[in-house]
């Protein structure tokens, strides 16, 4: 690899962001060099710059963002000296961007196709009849389905895994020496992101095309990488050859990360046979309209136990949620709490039987009134539920953020925009606790969240459950979650639950083909994991391909 | 069934239901106008008998419902009624030719269509130019000269920038005529030539709405993430605006001329008194001034109607625009 000239250079960059009338750092002094064909992966949390820095190497910033100190240069030429025609020139012909959401960065008014060949008819690179016969011929490299046909399509008619493919054919159009990865399967299910990573490592290695890999999932890039630079707040921590980082980082930083996904509770006692579960779904079928939605869905939920949901995106975790809430009255069946038959819909259910069962969602921005202090959302239930005003609310709900590791005295009188992500999560925490109930339903609490601030949320989650008896249900998609906090696990697919039992089980074989595929298609740090498993199983037998096969 | 033409059908019926109602709120009102026919002709010499004789000829004298009722029944049938004045012409002078309020109507609407057509054909392609390029330059001096003249035309009265108009192109530099004389026979150049005026003044009046309209629309869009795409696919900033843009800003835009055009055809009674344009308007407002309500709530029901019709227009091409209505899953 050393021997290849240098493509990308970019020397000691200063990126600087706009916030209301004041320029602060972003990105604080980095080099990066990238050879011919070499695949770099950039890793880092959020709001390491790890976006600004790739979109610098194209020599395009957003609006709010300019380089103020530093040089990039691609194949010698001088990116921030050149004129906007010269980069145009450059740009989706030399260099390409392939964007975390597809389905937001293709134009919604335009065929597939169209878009394709818009780069090579602009750039005067090919014909548009020669670029759509390319088109398709690279949508049958990335082995997506009907690819004669697939291009006449609009992007909502595609779905999310297929349209991520579809940018990638896109970026290759004019087969350029770079293209810039920005989180490319960050938004797809694991099964999806399988094959889409598959098809992208095979089309860059085919063309020989160089590319930046960012993404802030540690596995991915051990799969994607030649090197691996990680950032920290704008800085770089360190780089190295992937195996290399993979066995043996150097700097305290990256030692946190890799070791993230070490947490795991210990396997709890079995429940005994009699226990009356504190949540029990029975046989329910759920509709929206007149298309049931959830199948015939039986689960209990013991005292002071986590049973872990996990399921694709569409395959019923939170609309098994709603039901339970009494948000969506199930058609046939009920749920249970402590034995009794609760009614189905909320409105019909007593203030005893609200507070019993609480909820923290996912989006934690969205989930807070950006307006009440964080004293007043907590203090809400507290009134509410508890019956508690003046001095004792007070009293109540400093303690309470004082159990979610808020000292009171600080944030008693803050703004939500005040906090950060993994904070407002802890508020909503508190909001959850505050109701006192034995249940909480977590939907997807931490996939927003930083790996290291959702490890921080996931102990907290435990020690509150051990200290307080909590049962909770653990609505996620991440089987790295569900590892570290689960006691029981139920795999869910298209409102079905095809598989129930103790995790110790579910982590060993025999399982369902389903449960089966979704544990093969995490990735792991093992950067052989990819190669290995398509080795093994042929590219047929992953992703959406395997799922259809199934069906 | 298509959703498209679902839709289609539905907003057909709302805007029957919406004429509906606009027919009781027309007719209430008009009914609420202190005086009527009888006293308006009679003046200074109205004495009670004589009032009472004309009212009782135009059935003035039945209860509300009665008379709404058979107005309403007459008007489905497409008989628009007879002009009071035309009326007691007729019964004073012996005249045999009746000309019904659709006769009158109905050359005078056709002048304004005409109009409004002519205005529309100038006014929303330059609006929308307009637009688009104050979007590609936007912030600059170019962008703000755009909003400061348009916004400056339409603050200032119609007869104000009608008289400019004249000024400048009728009287120091003699190129269009500055009164509209439409006779009966006109040529189409000839009835061209003597509409430009007025509908020049008009482009002035409705241009601000509809550029700003694309402006705003198009901007709004520039952060979403398919814009950023075309960018860094090297597109020209123009091609992004007008390929990637404009494409999914027409809903909010369409909106805006619809509005725009249903004022051209119902709101421009000022223009047509300045260029003594021979339109609806001014035969609306001498009708008010005479309480001569048949013609009045003709004249409504059909301002009701073009505001129905355009909206609806505006709807069904907004659900045209949208590819996940056209193509659907």
């Not at chain 1, 020397?11 to 050879?35: C, N």
């Not at chain 1, 240069?73 to 012909?93: C, M, N, P, V, W």
């Not at chain 2, 009046?205 to 090297?234: D, N, Q």
């Not at chain 2, 709807?315 to 659907?328: A, G, K, Q, Y």
């Amino acid at each position: 690899m050393s021997d290849r000239p240098t493509l990308v250079e970019m020397r000691g960059i200063k990126m600087e962001g706009r916030s209301d009338e004041t320029w602060t750092p972003i990105i604080k002094g980095v080099d990066l060099t990238l050879q011919k064909g070499e695949v770099l992966g950039l890793i880092g949390e959020s709001g390491a710059g790890k976006s600004t820095l790739g979109l610098a190497a194209m020599g395009f910033t957003r609006d709010g963002v300019r380089i103020s100190e530093g040089s990039v240069t691609f194949d010698g030429i001088d990116l921030l000296a050149a004129s906007a025609e010269q980069k145009r020139a450059l740009l989706g012909k030399r260099i390409a961007y392939v964007a975390q959401s597809a389905a937001a960065s293709f134009n919604p008014a335009h065929k597939l196709i169209d878009q394709h060949s818009e780069g090579p008819t602009q750039h005067n690179v090919m014909s548009k009849a020669e670029s759509e016969a390319d088109g398709m011929e690279l949508y049958r490299k990335l082995r997506l389905p009907n690819p004669d046909e697939i291009g006449f399509r609009y992007p909502h008619q595609v779905s999310g895994g297929q349209l991520q493919r579809a940018m990638t054919a896109m970026a290759m159009s004019c087969r350029p020496d770079l293209i810039i990865f920005d989180e490319p399967t960050t938004a797809l299910d694991v099964t999806t992101q399988i094959e889409v990573l598959a098809s992208i490592r095979d089309i860059v290695e085919e063309y020989d095309t160089a590319a930046i890999y960012i993404t802030h999932d540690l596995a991915v890039v051990a799969q994607m990488a030649d090197r691996i630079k990680v950032l920290l707040k704008g800085d770089e921590v360190e780089e190295n050859e992937t195996r290399e980082m993979l066995s043996n980082p150097k700097e305290q930083y990256t030692k946190s990360l890799w070791a993230v996904r070490e947490f795991q509770r210990p396997q709890k006692p079995p429940v005994s046979t009699d226990a009356t579960p504190v949540i029990s779904v029975q046989g329910v079928t759920a509709a929206y309209g007149k298309i049931d939605v959830l199948h015939d869905v039986s689960f209990d939920i013991h005292a002071g136990r986590t049973v872990a949901v996990v399921g694709e995106s569409g395959s019923g975790k939170s609309t098994t949620a709603r039901c339970i809430t009494g948000l969506l009255p199930p058609r046939i069946g009920h749920i249970e709490l402590d034995g009794n038959t609760l009614p189905l819909d909320y409105r019909q259910r007593d203030k005893e039987q609200l507070r019993q069962v609480q909820m923290i969602y996912q989006m934690a921005d969205t989930a807070l009134n950006p307006r009440k202090k964080i004293g007043e959302i907590i203090g809400r239930p507290v009134e509410f539920y508890m019956g508690l005003k003046g001095r004792e609310k007070r009293r109540r709900v400093e303690e309470l953020l004082d159990q979610i590791e808020l000292p009171a005295a600080q944030y008693f009188d803050r703004l939500p925009s005040e906090l950060s992500g993994g904070q407002k999560q802890r508020i909503g925490i508190a909001r959850a606790l505050a109701a006192e109930p034995k249940f909480i339903i977590c939907d997807e609490v931490t996939s927003a969240l930083d790996q290291l601030v959702a490890e921080g949320i996931l102990r907290l989650l435990a020690d509150l459950q051990d200290e307080l008896g909590l049962s909770y249900m653990f609505i996620t998609h991440d089987l790295a979650t569900v590892r570290s906090i689960a006691d029981e696990v139920v795999v869910m697919k298209d409102g079905n639950v095809v598989e129930q039992g103790p995790k110790t089980d579910m982590f060993q074989p025999p399982h369902h083909p389903y449960t089966d595929l979704l544990l093969s298609s995490v990735p792991e740090m093992d950067p052989d994991w990819l190669s290995t498993l398509l080795a093994e199983r042929g590219a047929d037998n992953i992703g959406d391909a395997a799922v259809d096969k199934m069906a | 069934m298509n959703p498209v033409l679902t839709i289609i059908l539905q907003r057909l019926a709302l805007g029957l239901l919406t004429l509906l109602i606009v027919s009781f709120v027309i007719f209430t009102a008009v009914n609420m106008l202190p005086g009527d026919f009888a006293e308006a002709l009679l003046g200074q010499s109205a004495t009670p008998e004589a009032v009472a004789a004309i009212r009782k000829d135009l059935n003035l004298d039945q209860p509300f419902f009665v008379r709404y009722f058979s107005w309403l029944g007459a008007m489905l049938t497409g008989d628009l009624g007879v002009s009071y004045a035309q009326l007691n012409f007729q019964s004073n002078m012996g005249a045999s030719t009746l000309k019904t309020v659709a006769d009158q109507i109905a050359p005078r609407f056709a002048n304004t269509m005409f109009l409004a057509g002519v205005t529309a054909c100038i006014a929303v392609p330059f609006a929308v130019t307009l637009g688009v390029l104050a979007a590609l330059y936007r912030n600059s001096v170019f962008d703000k000269g755009v909003n400061i003249a348009t916004l400056t035309s339409i603050s200032s009265p119609e007869f104000f920038l009608a008289y400019i108009l004249v000024l400048f192109l009728a009287v120091l530099n003699p190129l269009l005529p500055s009164i509209a004389n439409i006779y009966q026979g006109i040529s189409f150049q000839d009835r061209l030539v003597a509409t430009l005026l007025p509908a020049l003044t008009l482009t002035l009046v409705v241009t601000a709405h509809m550029m700003r309209m694309t402006r705003a629309a198009i901007i709004s869009l520039l952060a979403s993430p398919y814009i950023e795409m075309a960018r860094l696919k090297g597109i020209s900033p123009l091609r992004v605006i007008v390929k990637h843009a404009l494409p999914n800003a027409w809903a909010p835009i369409i909106n805006v001329i619809a509005l725009n055009l249903a004022y051209l055809i119902t709101g421009v009674v000022v223009v047509e008194v300045v260029f003594n344009y021979p339109g609806i308007g001014q035969l609306f407002v001498d009708a008010v001034k005479n309480r001569d309500i048949p013609v009045v709530q003709a004249c409504c029901l059909i301002f009701a109607g073009a505001y129905i019709l355009l909206n609806l227009a505006a709807d069904i091409l907004s659900i045209m625009t949208n590819p996940r209505l056209r193509h659907p899953k």
